[in-house]
């Protein structure tokens, strides 16, 4: 995928594709090292990269 099809995910729309709450969202990223970790477009905005959310739901399915 080329940098210019990537599309960002902010964590609401992260935890309602995994079917968690935001809360859960922000645990994963602190306790589980498989887990995508979030870029900060600026102060206020964090954003997931989807292809690395698609991946890591593919391998825990896997799993």
Do not use: C, H
């Not at 994963?28 to 690395?52: A, C, G, I, M």
């Amino acid at each position: 995928m080329s940098e210019s099809t990537k599309r960002a995910l902010r964590p609401a729309q992260v935890a309602a594709k995994l079917g968690v709450s935001v809360p859960t969202i922000w645990r994963y990223t602190r306790q589980n090292p498989q887990f995508p970790k979030p870029s900060k477009l600026s102060e206020r905005v964090t954003v997931f990269d989807e292809s690395e959310i698609d991946a890591f739901l593919t391998s825990r399915r896997a799993a």
